[in-house]
């Protein structure tokens, strides 16, 4: 059995202050939840310190939601992997849509990211997704197969068991459209047909795959028992401490 990952995308929202606040009103409200289910809170940049202390002594883990590739270097703007893991991440979001879409991210960039991320330790959560033209166009199974084997190109099998993907369709993030439990299951069952494929079961059965798009407390309970979803990336409903409590619950 695959344990459950939820993970709030907090995006650009959420100064120092307020972020740890919600934090803070999200320990108390997620409780024991915690036991079974894997927490994460990934708060903007300047934000992570805050939100570490609120977290400190529980089981609620920090992630960042991008980094360079690269430790160090003339990268004006940019922040590295050894400077997120000494605000007390231990997770990164890679590859989400809105980097890809506005800041022009590549496949080939992701990969570079993913391998620097599992090289400093952290466990990176890799982002896929389909955008309405592409599914329209019937290219679901060609876009996101082909974002996920860019994505892994070149790890080893034990780097594999370290990430989790978050199959996000495009047209469902932030837009209040969910993907239905069937269509996201689908997607879901296709990437882990194509893992067991090239991987074998070992991968295929041990990598957690979230879905993220408009997850809200009302959907939760119904994704989250498809047999390929394994937890949430939640945007907009993570940013209230009760409904994000409420999406962790449902994953129990
Ligand atoms: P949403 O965002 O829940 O607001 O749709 C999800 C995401 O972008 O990770």
Same mark, same amino acid.
């Given at each position: 059995?695959?344990? @459950? ?18 934090? %803070? ?46 430790n160090e270097? +003339? ?5 590295s992997p050894a400077m997120?893991l000494t ?5 990164? #979001?890679?590859?989400?849509?809105? %980097? ?20 400093a330790?952290?466990? @990176?959560?890799?982002? $896929? ?5 592409? %599914?329209?166009?019937?290219? #679901? ?17 034990? /780097?594999?068991?370290? #990430? =989790?993907? &978050?199959?996000? @369709? ?11 439990? =069937?269509?996201? /299951?689908? $997607?879901?069952?296709? #990437? ?48 209230? &401490?009760?409904?994000?409590? &409420?999406?962790?619950? =449902? +994953?129990?």
């Amino acid at each position: 059995m695959r344990r @459950p990952l939820v993970a709030g995308n907090w995006k650009m929202y959420k100064t120092a202050e307020p972020a740890e606040e919600l934090a %803070r009103s999200i320990v108390a409200q997620v409780g024991r939840d915690c036991e079974v289910v894997d927490v994460v809170l990934c708060p903007p940049f300047t934000s992570l310190q805050a939100v570490h202390e609120a977290l400190a002594g529980t089981p609620i883990a920090l992630g960042a939601q991008n980094m360079h590739w690269e430790n160090e270097g +003339a990268f004006t703007g940019e922040i590295s992997p050894a400077m997120i893991l000494t605000t007390g991440c231990t997770y990164v #979001i890679l590859g989400h849509s809105e %980097r890809r879409q506005y800041f022009a991210e590549t496949d080939e960039q992701v990969n570079r990211k993913l391998k620097a991320a599992l090289g400093a330790g952290l466990s @990176p959560i890799v982002c $896929v997704g389909e955008t309405l033209q592409q %599914r329209e166009a019937g290219q #679901i199974e060609a876009v996101v197969l082909g974002q996920v084997q860019a994505a892994l190109q070149g790890l080893s099998e034990s /780097e594999l068991l370290k #990430i =989790a993907l &978050a199959y996000e @369709p495009v047209w469902a993030i932030g837009t209040g459209r969910t993907a239905t439990p =069937a269509q996201a /299951e689908e $997607v879901h069952s296709l #990437i882990r047909t194509s893992l067991h494929q090239q991987y074998g079961e070992g991968v295929a059965g041990a990598l957690r795959i979230q879905y993220g798009g408009s997850v809200k407390p009302e959907n939760a309970a119904e994704l989250f028992t498809q047999k390929n979803i394994d937890g949430g990336l939640i945007g907009g409903a993570a940013l209230k &401490a009760d409904s994000f409590a &409420a999406i962790v619950k =449902a +994953a129990c």
